[in-house]
């Protein structure tokens, strides 16, 4: 058990000295819906790799971490703020916005319809229907 604790530490270090570079690529702002002023933290996008990498790494808000784990929580229009952030032009926001959006679509019209006007680069479009939520 402590070795599982001692690993954990290891990567949540690994994870912490991205914190400046992911700040400064944030902007300081939660990287899915823009918001700023509250507290934001590190999400590694699944699947993870062996050793945290900035590429695959996103700066997000509380909210966004709560719906990130526990997906039956997310409802309706108050996250069409996806509909923008799947456009960014940077993978890891698109891959998320793209699950989260699909999620959404089960129940949300609006949802499906950003899926279905969505164009993602192929290896992006993978890695996003890698693991659906």
Same mark, same amino acid.
Request: overall charge negative; glycine content about 4%.
């Given at each position: ?12 270090? %690994? ?22 002023? $509250? ?5 590694? =996008?699944?699947? =993870?790799? %062996?050793?945290? &990498?900035? &590429? ?6 509380? %909210?966004?971490?709560? $719906? ?5 929580? @997310? ?15 940077? !993978?890891? %926001? ?25 164009? @993602? &680069? !192929?290896? $992006?479009? &993978? ?7």
């Amino acid at each position: 058990m402590a070795k599982g604790y001692e690993v954990h530490q290891a990567r949540a270090a %690994a994870l912490q000295r991205l914190g400046k570079d992911l700040a400064r690529r944030a902007k300081s702002k939660c990287e899915l819906t823009g918001a700023s002023g $509250v507290p934001l933290r590190a999400y590694e =996008v699944p699947p =993870v790799a %062996a050793e945290p &990498d900035l &590429d695959r790494t996103l700066l997000l808000c509380e %909210a966004c971490h709560a $719906v990130l784990e526990k997906p039956s929580t @997310l409802r309706g229009r108050q996250w069409q703020i996806l509909a923008e952030t799947i456009w960014v032009d940077f !993978p890891a %926001a698109q891959v998320v916005a793209w699950r989260l959006l699909h999620h959404l679509g089960k129940t949300e019209d609006w949802a499906r319809e950003v899926i279905d006007e969505v164009f @993602l &680069d !192929p290896e $992006v479009e &993978d890695w996003a229907r890698s693991e659906i939520l």
